[in-house]
């Protein structure tokens, strides 16, 4: 049972446009998200997150908007640069104290087209 | 760099034999995860060690096991491999009470 989903295994943006990847969820007991972005041959890098308090959170290019009615949350990335090409991680965790196991949606490869 | 450290970086065995990966945390993290990625997969959990303790378990088979060192570095055993194990084995820490996690590289186990 997969409980995070990312539905578009695929996104090809044109460069100084904006990238929209999106992510659904199915457990209610989730109440924070993160993006990772990875490169082939590395690990994933953090790149932001939102705790389910919020609705919207930004750093820099990179904007996440959580839906909790809808179980949903998107990652903006404006504009896109070269550089962003990679896969998109969508991970979620439950629990107060942190330090919790995170359960991944199975990514989104994003092209920037130059 | 995340400040994780993970080795080998590659590895290739032959079906039947036993593995070990190691993982070094971030200085001060007490945390420890262990992940798998199949091809064109998502990571999947494997299990969590918590200032050596084992604090949370996910799809680990019963083949698979790991420990945390005083040290606070962990590893992670792998037996009677199988060619259905060949993967990326992700190790990651978090810093006490947060829930972002540092990725190491990751070990790439070939199983033929």
């Known amino acids: 049972d997969q409980q995070v989903k990312q539905n578009s295994p695929s996104l090809s943006v044109q460069e100084g446009r904006i990238s929209i990847l999106n992510c659904d969820y199915t457990n209610s007991m989730f109440d924070y998200f993160l993006w990772y972005k990875k490169y082939p041959a590395e690990g994933p890098t953090f790149l932001i997150s939102i705790s389910s308090i919020k609705d919207k959170n930004e750093d820099g290019r990179f904007t996440v908007f959580l839906n909790k009615s809808a179980k949903h949350l998107s990652l903006h990335i404006v504009p896109s640069q070269p550089g962003d090409s990679a896969v998109y991680f969508c991970?979620?965790?439950?629990?107060?104290?942190?330090?919790?196991?995170?359960?991944f949606g199975t990514g989104t490869r994003l092209t920037i087209i130059p | 760099d995340s400040g994780v450290t993970q080795t080998p970086k590659h590895l290739i065995t032959a079906t039947g034999q036993r593995v070990t990966l190691r993982c070094s945390p971030r200085s001060g993290d007490l945390s420890v995860y262990w992940y798998q990625q199949s091809l064109d997969q998502g990571l999947q959990f494997l299990i969590q060690?918590?200032?050596?303790?084992?604090?949370a378990k996910g799809n680990i088979l019963e083949r698979f096991s790991a420990q945390q060192f005083p040290d606070l570095h962990s590893e992670l055993n792998l037996s009677s491999l199988e060619l259905g194990d060949s993967a990326l084995y992700f190790c990651?820490?978090?810093?006490?009470?947060?829930?972002?996690?540092?990725f190491g590289p990751g070990t790439r186990l070939t199983v033929t």
């Open positions: 991970a979620a965790s439950s629990g107060v104290f942190g330090n919790e196991k995170l359960t």
């Open positions: 990651a820490s978090s810093p006490p009470g947060s829930d972002e996690q540092y």
């Open positions: 060690y918590y200032n050596g303790e084992e604090r």
